[in-house]
């Protein structure tokens, strides 16, 4: 077997990390069919590594463009302090986005509405405590952790891992997978960009996000970043590792 060696190019990258290069080339050899730009966007995620290893505390949680996944772990205690109430139009309990959040939330929602959509937030901010309870809700004594944890890991965050913690995800209208076929979905996957908010989860990218796809979560990130990533077609965990990771 040919020595698989990175084409000098793919130095000059700005998010080449030349103290993995060992991690790289050993995760080319397992993972042939990637090109050099997947693999170095691959293992600076951690992707070379089992999903909830390698695990990173965040310190810098109120960041707009805080990258919470299953390597990168919000405080325990972390609450934004600019959480708002949502406008009860779009609102279907007492949801809370942070400020800014809101404000394009509400923004997109109206936008929706000329447009004879009706959408409406269904969950928001969680706590850590919150989220704790979501992923355990479904336990039983019957089955080992292990066993829990590998299918609830599909659907559900662990608690610090979960973007609803914060303030600026949110689900709409529905839970189900069927929603991208609404007129809602529809129209969220054609326009949320305009409003700063992304598909957090698509269709296809479940081996980088870890989740199985979700049309109704979606992420604010503001409107340039927003749109960025849509023309791009890309993760946001992608798009931060390529650019964003340097300047933050």
Do not use: C
Not at 18 to 37: A, D, G, M, V
Not at 48 to 53: G, I, N, Q, S
Not at 151 to 162: F, I, K, L, N, Q
Not at 166 to 174: H, K, M, P, R
Request: no cysteine; charged share 25%; glycine share 4%.
């Amino acid at each position: 077997m040919t020595e698989q060696r990175i084409p000098a190019e793919f130095y000059s990258l700005p998010y080449f990390d030349s103290f993995k290069i060992p991690r790289y080339l050993n995760f080319k050899r397992k993972q042939e069919q990637l090109s050099w730009e997947e693999i170095i966007t691959y293992v600076n995620l951690n992707l070379d590594y089992p999903f909830y290893e390698m695990i990173r505390e965040i310190s810098n949680p109120d960041n707009l463009t805080v990258l919470v996944n299953k390597y990168n772990r919000l405080p325990m205690n972390y609450i934004p302090q600019d959480l708002e109430s949502i406008h009860p139009d779009f609102n279907s309990g007492e949801f809370k986005l942070r400020q800014e959040a809101r404000v394009a939330f509400e923004k997109m929602g109206r936008a929706a509405g000329q447009d004879g959509i009706m959408i409406q937030a269904i969950s928001t901010f969680r706590s850590f405590d919150y989220q704790e309870e979501v992923y355990f809700r479904k336990k039983s004594p019957e089955i080992s952790m292990e066993e829990y944890r590998k299918e609830r890991d599909r659907v559900s965050a662990r608690p610090g891992h979960s973007e609803h913690q914060t303030g600026l995800a949110v689900d709409i209208n529905d839970l189900e997978q069927s929603f991208e076929q609404t007129p809602a979905g529809k129209w969220l996957a054609a326009n949320s960009y305009h409003f700063g908010y992304i598909l957090r989860y698509p269709k296809g990218k479940e081996y980088i996000t870890g989740y199985d796809y979700e049309p109704w979560h979606f992420r604010y990130l503001g409107p340039k970043l927003a749109t960025e990533i849509h023309k791009l077609r890309i993760t946001f965990d992608e798009y931060y590792i390529r650019y964003l990771s340097q300047i933050l």
